[in-house]
């Protein structure tokens, strides 16, 4: 059994942003770089697939060579293998574009289960995955918190808000994981010294039969902005009955929120 | 040319269906195009009133049994079908879990972009959205020049103002021949009464300062009060003290009430990102160099024991 996880690098949920001088972009310089948080969950999920049925764990991911480090990563964490679709120094690739790029790795690479994170916390784009599975003709389900493996199916909880759909799908199929699936391991030194020794293979982007055309999107970015970051900061002072009582005024009778 | 919107349902109509369903109004009028809108499910029969004031003209309703539930192989197909059918020009979905995977596979079958959990959109000449990015750090301003130009819609960030357009023709259809691949095996719904965080006005968080579940029933308590829902830190949720539901953060839920009240929470940069679309932020927090205290509208330094109490006593009397 084969076990495809699609994993990405994003700067780390610590960062502060800023947006560059042309007002239409993000300052990425001096950003560190991490796997996508719910990439790790899908990671430990194929690792833990590895432990209990033997799979085979290879681990993608599409962009410039530097990803090469998270892929690095997932191997540290037990992954077999890495493929990187190197897309050479290109500017960001759009969801279309990742998406055919990885679907036609991934048709060569013919896996019965392909697992990838809910959403990338870059963009939060949630949509790569899915897209890969229509490319592919498979069936798949998204924001998976439970996965058990019978056969030639699968059995999965998926997370809707205030509520639960358990579903079965015939594989090969995709999944996106939410967190509450698992909980990602640490890779242990012995692991990260195996991990330098493990295969990662370069498929030029070019050598993917994808037009460049379809890398190309028809969202054209207009302008960023930082969100409205000042507010009042108002501590309110006095003994504890009275600060509640004008918590509850200016909430009731100025800001008319409650 | 038209307008398509897309109703999400779970037994009934959701929120975020007629939040959808004003958001795509307002760009139909504005683009001069009809607004059509579609409904997969069981029976649409007893809500079609409810369908009035959207400006909708028609909805094609496709109802079956088997369509109770979402079902990704049948809904796509569907609503791929009928975007090509009426070659709509805008089509406009939730950004809820389950309208976010359709709309994801709808945009892959047409071959076109897709923008998920649009906080607002509107029309210039084209259809314009602004797009959180970082959990909202940044919001970036975009223009889809594609067709049909697809965007899904954050819930609770339009509100439904309904006018005085007629309830909508209803085109019933059958259900397309469809081989259903993955099997339902079960639906679970939370208990009637539970506030979704992410459609509630008011959030009441709790944090590791609640030092263990047992504080849980003290927030519940100002949370019944409010009609809130009841928000948590990571720290709070890997600490095993609650479901990762209800984590709000860069790697939790974002929310947009109109008052996030965060009890126990430090305010570090990854909560941030989950409360900053809220109207107003209250804090409460016994260190009084938190930083939750620089990013907050309204503060009270003190012991969430004692001061939450207080609040849920205060407000049963106000707002009575
Ligand atoms: C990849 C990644 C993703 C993350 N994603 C998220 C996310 O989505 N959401 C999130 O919340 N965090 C996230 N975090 C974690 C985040 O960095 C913080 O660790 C976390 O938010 C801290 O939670 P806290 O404020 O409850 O706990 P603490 O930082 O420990 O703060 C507890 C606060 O409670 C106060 N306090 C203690 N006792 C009382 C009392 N009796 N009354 C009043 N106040 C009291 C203290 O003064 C303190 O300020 C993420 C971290 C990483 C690395
Ligand atoms: N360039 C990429 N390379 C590999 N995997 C990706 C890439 N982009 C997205 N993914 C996968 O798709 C998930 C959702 O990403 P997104 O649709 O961008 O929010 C990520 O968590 C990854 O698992």
Redesign the interface.
């Known amino acids: 059994m084969k076990v495809a996880v699609l994993v990405k690098r994003v700067p780390d949920t610590a960062s502060e942003l800023r947006v560059a001088d042309d007002g239409k972009s993000v300052v990425t310089a001096g950003l560190k770089f991490v796997m996508s948080p719910y990439d790790e969950h899908a990671v430990e999920l194929a690792i833990q697939l590895k432990e209990s049925h033997g799979a085979d764990v290879v681990v993608l991911s599409a962009g410039p060579p530097d990803v090469r480090e998270i892929i690095r990563s997932a191997l540290a964490m037990g992954a077999d293998s890495g493929i990187l679709v190197d897309t050479g120094q290109a500017g960001e690739l759009t969801c279309r574009g990742a998406a055919r790029l990885l679907a036609a790795a991934l048709k060569e690479l013919g896996a019965d289960i392909i697992l990838a994170g809910k959403q990338a916390v870059d963009d939060d784009a949630a949509q790569v995955p899915e897209r890969v599975a229509e490319l592919l003709g498979i069936p798949h389900a998204s924001v998976i918190t439970r996965f058990e493996l019978g056969g030639s199916a699968a059995t999965i909880d998926r997370e809707v808000e205030g509520g639960q759909y358990t579903l079965e799908l015939p594989l090969p199929a995709l999944f996106t994981t939410q967190k509450g699936i698992n909980t990602p391991r640490y890779p242990t030194l012995p692991n990260i010294m195996k991990a330098k020794k493990k295969e990662i293979r370069e498929i030029p982007a070019a050598q993917l039969g994808v037009a460049a055309d379809d890398l190309l999107g028809q969202v054209v970015t207009e302008s960023m902005t930082l969100p409205r970051q000042q507010r009042l900061c108002r501590v309110i002072e006095g003994d504890s009955p009275e600060r509640v009582r004008e918590l509850v005024r200016v909430l009731h009778a100025e800001e008319k929120v409650l | 040319m038209s307008v398509l919107v897309l109703l999400e349902q779970?037994g009934r109509l959701r929120k975020c269906a007629f939040e959808a369903a004003v958001a795509a109004r307002d760009i139909a009028r504005a683009a001069g195009l009809p607004l059509n809108a579609v409904y997969i499910g069981a029976s649409l029969a007893d809500e079609t009133a409810e369908l009035a004031g959207l400006g909708i003209a028609r909805v094609y309703a496709y109802e079956n049994e088997t369509l109770r539930?979402?079902s990704?192989?049948a809904h796509?197909g569907i609503v791929e079908g009928l975007v090509r059918e009426l070659g709509a020009q805008v089509v406009i979905g939730s950004a809820?879990?389950?309208g976010?995977?359709l709309?994801?596979?709808v945009?892959?079958?047409l071959?076109?972009?897709?923008?998920?959990?649009c906080v607002s959109c509107a029309w210039d000449n084209g259809l314009?959205a602004v797009k959180?990015?970082?959990?909202?750090?940044?919001?970036?301003?975009?223009?889809?020049?594609?067709t049909p130009a697809m965007i899904s819609l954050r819930?609770n960030v339009v509100s439904v103002a309904r006018d005085d357009s007629p309830a909508p023709e209803i085109e019933r259809r059958p259900m397309p021949e469809v081989t259903l691949?993955?099997?339902?095996?079960?639906?679970?719904?939370?208990a009637a009464g539970?506030v979704?965080?992410?459609?509630a006005k008011?959030v009441v968080s709790g944090g590791r300062g609640l030092g263990g579940p047992e504080g849980w029933p003290v927030l519940k308590e100002l949370c019944a009060v409010?009609g809130a829902a009841l928000g948590a830190s990571r720290a709070a949720v890997d600490s095993g003290w609650i479901?990762?539901?209800h984590?709000v953060g860069?790697?939790?839920k974002v929310v947009c009430p109109?008052?996030y009240i965060a009890c126990g929470i430090s305010g570090a940069?990854?909560h941030q990102?989950g409360m900053?679309?809220a109207?107003?932020?209250?804090a409460i927090n016994k260190d009084?160099s938190a930083p939750i205290?620089?990013?907050?509208?309204?503060?009270?330094?003190?012991d969430l024991y004692?001061?939450v109490p207080?609040?849920t006593q205060?407000?049963k009397q106000?707002?009575v």
């Open positions: 779970r539930h979402y990704n192989d796509v809820s879990a389950l976010k995977e709309c994801a596979s945009a892959a079958r071959d076109v972009d897709l923008v998920q959990d314009t959180p990015l970082y959990a909202g750090k940044v919001l970036s301003t975009v223009r889809l020049t594609g819930p691949r993955s099997v339902i095996k079960a639906v679970t719904e939370a539970v979704e965080l992410t459609e008011v409010l479901h990762h539901s984590q860069q790697t939790g109109d008052v940069i990854q990102a900053r679309p109207k107003i932020i209250v009084p205290f620089k990013v907050c509208d309204y503060g009270i330094v003190g004692e001061i207080l609040l205060e407000l106000t707002l």
